[in-house]
């Protein structure tokens, strides 16, 4: 039995609070699950956040620094527990000293949901005080919050206004793979709806919302996905030259959310060879208005043409 002394403290009340904004869905959750992006709005006014860390998966990280006018820090530590994209995240915090010790936690749920206006964003915040001596933290958490959506407000607009420098660079690359298998069977793994589907456009966090494929001169090829942070990605391909068993030449575009970030001249060659497929792709790329790919692209078509060879060993 607790004595008067050893009573747990006093919970304060769950807040509720709410801003509509002239803005997509995706522009407002986007706020949330982008590192940079929290760093210039998840603090009251006069407070910054110098540190973040964001992780937007489930049981990913939603850490981050804030330090007060006066220099002193808390740190937030939480990680996502829930993520529907873009409609509702929900987000366990403990706030802590700048040693480590915890003062309180915070079950944040944030719902964003499509107005006439743009979008309407209510979060509440249910807590627990560890340490009473910083009960005043929650309770007064109520205009600190009127501003933090005020800031975010400003970054949401920064984002829809932010003007577009027009740059283009160009990056080349060529990769080879030898397969165990005929030219026939590697060109229908590449053509073939449910033998491409087993490789291409598949990763942990990615849920395909548009798919099609329409393999000939003139025909289209669309993978359209949401990722865990909301963001969705679009690959737009048009094929130019279909030689079956031999050849595949075709541009595409590729999409985050509205923005185009790249396009692409691709051509796959295949060649029998020591009984089996040698598989050579070159690929010509344009990556515009500031898009830094940093070797991404070349990287993931290493990682995609891997997961090619394991799907004809199944």
């Known amino acids: 039995m607790r004595t008067a002394s050893e009573a747990a403290p006093a919970q304060p009340r769950p807040l509720s609070v709410g801003r509509t904004y002239a803005a997509t869905r ?27 860390q964001i992780d937007a998966r489930v049981g990913g990280a939603f ?39 915890a003062l309180f936690g915070a079950r944040t749920t944030a719902e964003f949901t499509e ?40 970054e949401v607009m920064r984002e829809a206004e932010a003007p577009t420098q027009r740059s283009v660079v160009h990056a ?8 165990a298998a005929s030219p026939a069977r590697v060109y229908r793994a590449l053509t073939e709806r449910d033998a491409k589907d087993r490789w291409f456009a598949r990763s942990d966090g990615l849920t ?3 798919r099609s494929m329409d393999v000939r001169p003139g025909g289209r090829e669309v993978a359209k996905g949401r990722w865990a942070s909301g963001m969705v990605s679009t690959f737009d391909a048009l094929y130019f030259d279909v030689v079956p068993d031999s050849r595949l030449v ?15 001249l691709a051509t796959i060659d295949l060649r029998a060879r020591d009984g089996g ?38």
């Open 63 to 101: 850490d981050l620094r804030m330090q007060s006018p006066e220099g002193e820090s808390h740190w937030i530590r939480g990680r996502f527990v829930e993520i529907d994209a873009p409609a509702r995240l929900v987000i366990d915090m403990e706030v802590t000293d700048a040693k480590g010790q």
């Open 115 to 154: 107005v006439a206006q743009g979008t309407r964003l209510d979060v509440e915040q249910r807590y627990t005080v560890h340490d009473p001596a910083f009960a005043w933290m929650p309770a007064g958490a109520g205009e600190g919050w009127a501003q933090t959506l005020d800031k975010l407000g400003r």
């Open 250 to 264: 075709y541009t595409y575009e590729m999409h985050l959310d509205a923005r185009k970030i790249s396009v692409s």
């Open 208 to 210: 395909l919302i548009e």
């Open 277 to 314: 497929t040698h598989l050579v792709m070159t690929e010509q790329g344009a990556f515009l208005d500031g898009y830094d790919d940093a070797g991404s692209r070349e990287r993931g078509t290493q990682q995609l043409l891997d997961a090619l060879g394991a799907s004809l060993g199944d």
């Open 26 to 52: 995706e522009t407002v959750f986007l706020a949330w699950t982008r590192t940079e992006a929290v760093k210039r709005w998840f603090c009251p006014t006069g407070y910054t956040v110098p540190e973040a």
């Open 172 to 179: 080349t690359f060529r990769i080879e793979r030898q397969y």
